[in-house]
């Protein structure tokens, strides 16, 4: 507003500081039963020119610019503002004053500080469900992941799908998860492990999700809705390297680019590429279809 050639408004707050600043203003309609009389608002129509809104613009700013004397705050604009900020540091007050009149209570016997609400912190521990998006360049899946839910994806909501660990403490998002993963216990063998945990991480009792990835050392069993059950082998992988960016790839792969999981599948997340083994297995449980 302060770099405005000029200002056109109606009889709200912006028209008044515009106004009040010594910007060139028209009014381009007022309201005068929603302006009390005597406020610097209702002074605002000495100040402001008018506006046609039935004309042609251009000619009209042009007029409103020249008028203003180029730049110079005419004296009713000093005024205005005289007006407008006449009570700084004593509007609070005021106003308390004026609504307890009207709903015809007693003011507080002393002022009352206002309490700041704590800002939202991140949990400290890592995060156990992500948005993520799956982009398919012939063989290979490229990964984004962002943390959920507190963080808000950098692409269209569109293509991104939710995965989760079923352990997550907020269970909307278990609920809502396209991909669900179980970490079996430390060492244990992913298709036992699968079979055993059936009830916990079955597609039946989540219909959001197609796909879930038991995910133990070295291997993960991933159980696709409606598509049978794969083996991929994870034992090569960076210590760093988050297995269930391989479900998710697996996701993206079949579910999104209709595609069938190769013996391969190719994986990439922050300028980071593995390529692991997949085998097709008998399902450890019955998966419903589509």
């Given at each position: 507003?302060?770099?405005?050639?000029?200002?056109i408004?109606?009889?709200?707050?912006?028209?008044?500081?515009a106004?009040?600043?010594?910007?060139?203003?028209?009014l381009a309609?007022?309201?005068?039963?929603?302006?009390?009389?005597?406020?610097?608002?209702a002074?605002?129509?000495?100040?402001?020119?008018?506006?046609?809104a039935?004309?042609?613009?251009?000619p009209?700013?042009?007029?409103?610019?020249e008028?203003?004397?180029?730049?110079?705050?005419?004296?009713?604009?000093?005024?205005?503002?005289?007006?407008?900020?006449?009570?700084?540091?004593?509007?609070?007050?005021?106003?308390?004053t004026?609504?307890?009149?009207?709903?015809?209570?007693?003011?507080?016997?002393?002022?009352?500080?206002?309490?700041?609400?704590?800002l939202?912190?991140?949990?400290e521990?890592?995060?156990?469900?992500?948005?993520?998006?799956?982009?398919?360049?012939?063989?290979?899946?490229?990964?984004?992941?962002?943390?959920?839910p507190?963080?808000?994806?950098a692409?269209?909501?569109?293509?991104v799908?939710?995965?989760?660990d079923?352990?997550?403490?907020?269970?909307?998002?278990?609920?809502?998860?396209?991909?669900?993963?179980?970490?079996?216990?430390?060492?244990?063998?992913?298709?036992?492990?699968?079979?055993?945990n059936?009830r916990?991480?079955?597609?039946?009792?989540?219909?959001?999700?197609?796909?879930?990835?038991v995910?133990?050392?070295?291997r993960?069993?991933?159980?696709?809705?409606?598509?049978?059950t794969?083996?991929a082998?994870?034992?090569?992988?960076?210590?760093?390297?988050?297995?269930?960016?391989?479900?998710?790839?697996?996701?993206?792969?079949?579910?999104?680019?209709?595609?069938?999981?190769?013996?391969e599948?190719?994986?990439?997340?922050?300028?980071?590429?593995?390529?692991?083994?997949?085998?097709?297995?008998?399902?450890?449980?019955?998966c419903?279809e589509?």
């Open positions: 507003m302060i770099a405005a050639d000029a200002v408004g109606d009889h709200g707050s912006v028209t008044l500081y106004a009040a600043l010594g910007r060139p203003t028209a309609c007022f309201s005068w039963e929603e302006i009390a009389p005597d406020t610097p608002t002074a605002l129509t000495g100040a402001a020119a008018g506006f046609a039935e004309k042609p613009v251009w009209q700013v042009e007029a409103l610019i008028a203003a004397g180029h730049g110079r705050v005419p004296e009713q604009a000093e005024a205005l503002a005289a007006r407008a900020f006449h009570h700084q540091g004593r509007s609070l007050d005021r106003i308390s004026i609504a307890y009149r009207l709903m015809d209570l007693p003011a507080p016997a002393r002022g009352q500080e206002a309490t700041a609400v704590p939202p912190s991140r949990p521990s890592a995060p156990t469900s992500w948005y993520f998006q799956g982009d398919i360049s012939n063989d290979e899946v490229a990964i984004l992941r962002w943390p959920a507190w963080s808000q994806p692409v269209g909501w569109g293509r799908r939710l995965m989760a079923v352990g997550d403490p907020n269970s909307r998002l278990v609920r809502a998860a396209a991909v669900l993963i179980y970490r079996a216990a430390g060492g244990s063998d992913a298709r036992a492990d699968a079979a055993d059936n916990e991480v079955d597609l039946a009792g989540f219909p959001a999700a197609y796909l879930r990835a995910v133990s050392r070295g993960m069993i991933l159980t696709l809705r409606g598509r049978g794969f083996e082998i994870t034992d090569h992988l960076p210590p760093d390297f988050d297995p269930c960016v391989i479900a998710a790839a697996a996701y993206a792969m079949v579910f999104q680019a209709r595609r069938l999981l190769e013996p599948l190719r994986v990439s997340i922050s300028r980071r590429t593995v390529t692991v083994p997949v085998r097709a297995v008998p399902s450890p449980s019955s419903p589509t």
